[in-house]
């Protein structure tokens, strides 16, 4: 058993696959302690740069069921936390320990279109790549995980994803819980499909029509999990990272939490509700206030996908799950109250954009064309400010995920969007026929020859083509891409 360590300041260097003790609430009995994956290692070049290692390697994992061949990275399932602080630089050496090529993606960074780690920057069997940019954005609950053309589905689902947090002094607001692993907690959520042997059964990836859904949720790795709570207030930092399920967050006894961050940052004001939902790739940041020695279980309902029907069944709108139970200690800490204003989100204006672009995704298509490594499919003046209208179309689970920047919800079927939608995006479920319109600025870089992605996160999706390019260029510059990988 490894030793966790969680102390004020003190970062956790090794997973924790703990130990049973037995609580049986409703239907699930939470017996396994969370694992928190363990803050990365760093440490700082001649050049100043915060440098990690990043291995992706195979091993095996226990989904309750007996040991189960999974990938991870410097380990056997999921990876370690990376944290850096705006305004540092960072260097992420990224070797590929798998007999096949693989990528790493900084999900919702902003940095360089070469740094990305999209398609265009694969990894080779044996190889190792390393991207370097300086993080220069809010605070905010990011993740990685591969990209390679037509098998992320698959390296997601075997294990490969890690979340990174993004610290800054001017956007982290210092009276939110904020002591890793002891009440600021990452919360990974996937569900995974176990065959006879308890292994991860990948047979039909198409089951659902849209990927492969499971009756098995791990969270951080975990099945069953509980987490022991000292403090009156916990923030979770939920990433829904799974292929295709949609989750609608909530506690079975519906109390009321403080919705305080989505995807690229934390909200102007905190929004107090009692469900969040979040489909593959979104992140939302909660504070929930505990009582000493009570139990309280996060629990996802059905989703409200919109689909109708079959689809709405197979992909997941018939299942409730039980995620994680809450312990709370009998004496509590003190935590403050959430404060009533948290950072000053600007609303960007769409009368300042300087292009208006149309995305339809249906039929693992968007706008009716499948991804293609030298298709640019829209090329965007580096600074300008940008309107993308996005609809979906055909029934099924759609998103919709832009590289390099965060955005904005401007409108949905010509409203405002509710509170969850109002702060920074990277990542929207698309509910069937609303119009959405999003709006972005794509600051500081422009490189012709190569490509960000946008693309549905249903990652089945995405392998099937339902996936476009654009390029950041300076005013007269043509793209010029070519197809630089092998996938
Ligand atoms: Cu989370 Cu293009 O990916
Ligand atoms: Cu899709």
Redesign the pocket.
């Known amino acids: 058993l490894g030793v966790l360590c969680c102390g004020a300041g003190t970062a956790a260097v090794t997973w924790l696959w703990s130990a049973k003790s037995v609580s049986t609430v409703g239907n699930v009995a939470f017996g396994n302690r969370l694992a928190i994956p363990p803050l990365a290692a760093s440490t700082v070049d001649a050049e100043g740069r915060r440098v990690f290692d990043l291995r992706a390697g195979a091993g095996s994992h226990d989904f309750g069921r007996g040991a189960a061949p999974t990938w991870g990275f410097n380990g056997s399932y999921l990876g370690p936390t990376l944290r850096a602080t705006r305004g540092e630089k960072v260097l992420v050496n990224v070797s590929n320990a798998l007999a096949e090529e693989t990528s790493v993606h900084w999900h919702g960074m902003h940095l360089p279109a070469a740094m990305d780690g999209g398609p265009h920057q694969s990894i080779a069997p044996g190889g190792t790549w390393s991207p370097t940019w300086t993080v220069n954005q809010p605070a905010a609950t990011l993740w990685y995980h591969p990209h390679p053309h037509g098998t992320t589905a698959e390296h997601v689902y075997r294990g490969l994803a890690g979340m990174f947090i993004v610290d800054d002094p001017a956007t982290s607001v210092g009276a939110l819980p904020h002591e890793y692993g002891v009440d600021d907690i990452p919360v990974i959520v996937q569900d995974k499909r176990l065959d006879g042997d308890g292994r991860l059964d990948e047979s039909n990836p198409a089951f659902s029509g849209?990927g492969i859904l499971g009756g098995t949720i791990a969270v951080n790795g975990t099945v069953d999990p509980f987490l022991d709570v000292t403090t009156e207030r916990v923030r979770l930092r939920l990433l829904n990272g799974s292929n295709v399920r949609s989750y609608d967050f909530g506690f079975a006894d519906d109390r009321r939490f403080a919705l305080v961050g989505t995807d690229g940052g934390l909200l102007s004001a905190p929004h107090g509700t009692n469900r969040i939902m979040l489909s593959p790739g979104e992140r939302a940041e909660i504070v929930v206030t505990v009582r000493a020695g009570e139990r309280a279980i996060l629990r996802s309902t059905p989703p409200k996908l919109g689909l109708g029907g079959i689809a709405d069944r197979f992909n997941g709108g018939a299942d409730s799950f039980d995620i994680l139970e809450l312990r709370a200690a009998p004496t509590l800490a003190a935590r403050p109250q959430v404060p009533a204003r948290l950072v000053d989100v600007p609303r960007l204006d769409p009368a300042t954009a300087a292009q208006r672009r149309t995305f339809t995704?249906s039929g693992?298509s968007i706008n009716g064309r499948k991804m293609e490594h030298e298709r640019v499919d829209a090329a965007v003046l580096k600074d300008s400010v940008e309107v993308w209208k996005v609809t979906s179309n055909d029934g099924?689970?759609?998103?919709f995920h832009v590289h390099d920047v965060q955005f904005q919800v401007s409108t949905m079927d010509g409203k405002a969007p509710p509170p969850q939608l109002a702060g920074w995006k990277d990542t929207i479920y698309l509910t069937p026929g609303v119009r959405f319109e999003i709006i972005a600025r794509f600051a500081d870089y422009a490189d012709p020859a190569t490509p960000y992605m946008f693309h549905?996160h249903?990652l089945y999706?995405e392998d099937r083509g339902?996936m476009g390019q654009f390029v950041v260029v300076e005013k007269g510059q043509q793209p010029a891409v070519r197809h630089s990988g092998h996938n």
């Open positions: 849209a995704l693992h099924e689970p759609h998103s549905c249903t999706h339902m």
